[in-house]
């Protein structure tokens, strides 16, 4: 029951910053655990962070750790990804994904995921 759009995604430099955001429909974006997935060519997709329904548990990849913050905004019904210090092994097509779940650690099962944004970083 839950529409996702990603933006924010674009052309940055190595060293910069980029903040993703995923807006989703529906009234009960609040039920749902949120993750982060990314997927560069020639690769398989991968985990990069994900947070509970209330917004209390938070995990990340072990590659993004003290670089990326996923937070969300349930009054908003918007989930964002704060990426700093992007190196151009971050580049890849960025996805938004939800999962009933309330409590998604690192393996939930997503059942709804947005169209993804591109993120390229140059050096």
């Known amino acids: 029951q839950v529409r996702l759009v990603e933006s924010g995604g674009g052309l940055v430099q190595a060293g910069g910053s980029l903040r993703l955001s995923c807006a989703a429909s529906?009234?009960?974006?609040?039920?749902?655990?949120m993750g982060w997935f990314r997927q560069a060519p020639g690769k398989e997709r991968d985990f990069v962070a994900s947070?509970?329904?209330?917004?209390?548990?938070?995990w990340r990849a072990e590659s993004v750790k003290g670089r990326f913050t996923i937070s969300r905004d349930n009054g908003n019904n918007t989930v964002y990804l704060q990426m700093n210090n992007l190196k151009p092994d971050d580049t890849a097509v960025y996805y938004c994904?939800?999962?009933?779940?309330?409590?998604?650690?690192?393996?939930?099962?997503?059942?709804?995921w947005g169209q993804g944004t591109q993120v390229t970083v140059s050096s």
């Open positions: 529906g009234r009960t974006f609040s039920s749902y655990g």
């Open positions: 947070i509970s329904s209330s917004g209390s548990g938070v």
């Open positions: 994904a939800a999962t009933p779940r309330i409590w998604p650690g690192t393996v939930g099962g997503y059942d709804y």
